[in-house]
Structures are given as structure tokens and as C-alpha cells.
């Protein structure tokens, strides 16, 4: 069997040969998929065809992807988390926020072993694999910030697509944050925001009713960066249940504390999940 090593780099390949196809490309053929709001281009389907190909070769391992999503073939002891285009509605606009995502888990558990998150657009990279640290394009070691205080911590979100008809939208949480918070901000790429505070450009994280491709990959890279990542009640992160907070752990207690009061922890007791 392959290392955690030999596998991160071929998740790299995997997501440089993406990175290569979308470099320059331009959304032609855009279409919705929930609603309005919820957009796929013919270049997600590119994208994400061209990152199984990598991974199907090389490992064998089934892949759970945003636009093919769970291959088909005999189950195994890991799998592949795939988001082909995160924040495609940035990369339909020509926003250069939005990324390429790659995680690898082990199916039983849901123990995010390794990830890898690239934005090409930004010339960016960010990678970890569990125990053993995580690192930026330069081969730099990625750490978290120290800000130790919520009302100077700068923090960002997101909101789900059906937002207009679905009062599970975020927008309390949001509007409590802006008041207590030193600064929130709204970049549109749930990976790229884990990757920023594991990178100590942001101090906290928080968002809700999200896919485990859109989680996995940055949530390993900010815990192997130092920080903290937990459900909205601060109990274990799954990719699986769609949240997840993230911090650098100085302000991790307070944010969640804070999302409680503004209502933003999920209704009863969380499920069991698997610390990542």
C-alpha cells in the first residue's frame, strides 16, 4: 500500500493536472443546479473528470465528488473527497477566489488523513497530512494567528445557496458576529477559508450546511497549522455533517459561545462523529 506520502503527491498531481486545464479558462456554459444561485460550468465537469482520472489510475481508491459523486466499485478502507471547482459562482465571474480541493479519508472513521488545496488563479497552494504538519506552495510551514481576543479576531463565513427561502441561512449569526466580532468577512470559498486561517490571514471560521468535499481537505491543514476545528457546539468535526468551526484554538471557546447565543449551534445533540 501506497504512504501518506506517495499519496499526497499524487492528490497533488491529481489537482495540478486540474490546475493546468482551468489556468485561463473562461465559463462559457452555465447552468444551474438547486436553484438560482447554484451554478455548475462545463468546466467543473472538466475539472473533476480530470482529477479522477489521476486518482482512479493511481490509487483505485472510490472517489466522492461534487458533480460525479460516489464511483462506483468495491468498497475500501479509504476515499477520495473531491471539489473540482470551489466557488464556482466566483470562477463564473472571473473572481480569482476558488479552488481546487482534495481530501482523503478513511471511509469507516471519517478521519481526514491528508488534503491538498490549490487556487491557481491566486497562486496558491496549501497541503498537510496528519502528524506530520502542513505546508504552503513555497514549502513554508502554514501557523495559525495569535490573536487571543474575539473583538480583535477577524473572522469569515459563508451562507448556503437556498438562502433566500431557508431561514437556516446564517444572516443572525452574521449580524451577531459583525457586533462582536473585530471584523467578519465573506470570500465565497469554504476551502480557501479554511486554508486563511491556517495560514493566519484569519482568526475563525464558521459555517453550516456545507458538502465533506468542501471541508475536508482545509479542516486537516488547519489543525495540522495549529489550529482548532470542531462542530458548532465544539464537539468533534465530520466533514459528513456539513459544519465546521475553525480557529486559531486562543479564540476558538468564545466564538462558539457566541454563535450559541446568536442561535447558530444545530438544534439537540450533535451526531456521533470523528474528531479529524
Request: with cysteine; charged share 20%; proline share 4%.
Amino acid at each position: 500500500m501506497s504512504t501518506e506520502r506517495e499519496l499526497l503527491a499524487i492528490a497533488k498531481r491529481a489537482a495540478s493536472t486540474s490546475a493546468a486545464l482551468l489556468r485561463g479558462a473562461h465559463a462559457e456554459q452555465i447552468t444551474s443546479k438547486s436553484n438560482q444561485f447554484d451554478l455548475v460550468t462545463e468546466w467543473d465537469v472538466r475539472s473533476e473528470e480530470a482529477i479522477r482520472g489521476v486518482l482512479e489510475k493511481e490509487t483505485g481508491f472510490p472517489i466522492l465528488g461534487e458533480e460525479g459523486g460516489q464511483s462506483e466499485g468495491t468498497a475500501h478502507e479509504m476515499r477520495w473527497l473531491v471539489d473540482p471547482i470551489d466557488a464556482t459562482v466566483n470562477f463564473a465571474h472571473g473572481l480569482p477566489i476558488w479552488s481546487i480541493s482534495i481530501g482523503l479519508e478513511k471511509t469507516a472513521s471519517r478521519e481526514v488523513l491528508l488534503g491538498v488545496v490549490v487556487a491557481p488563479a491566486l497562486g496558491y497552494s496549501f497541503e498537510a497530512i496528519r502528524g506530520h504538519g502542513a505546508f504552503d506552495e513555497t514549502g513554508a510551514p502554514l501557523r495559525v494567528s495569535k490573536t487571543s481576543r474575539l473583538d480583535q479576531a477577524m473572522l469569515t463565513t459563508g451562507f448556503p445557496y437556498d438562502r433566500a427561502t431557508n431561514p437556516a441561512n446564517n444572516f443572525a449569526q452574521w449580524d451577531h458576529m459583525q457586533r462582536v466580532a473585530g471584523a467578519c468577512r465573506r470570500l465565497g470559498c469554504a476551502s480557501l477559508d479554511l486554508c486563511f486561517v491556517a495560514r493566519g490571514w484569519f482568526d475563525g471560521y464558521w459555517e453550516r450546511r456545507l458538502s465533506p468535499w468542501d471541508l475536508a481537505a482545509g479542516a486537516v491543514i488547519v489543525v495540522e497549522a495549529g489550529g482548532a476545528v470542531t462542530n458548532t457546539q465544539g464537539g468533534p468535526f465530520d466533514a459528513h455533517s456539513g459544519e465546521a468551526v475553525a480557529t486559531n484554538g486562543a479564540i476558538h471557546g468564545e466564538l462558539i459561545s457566541e454563535l450559541a447565543t446568536s442561535g447558530g449551534a444545530a438544534p439537540g445533540s450533535p451526531r456521533e462523529i470523528v474528531r479529524t
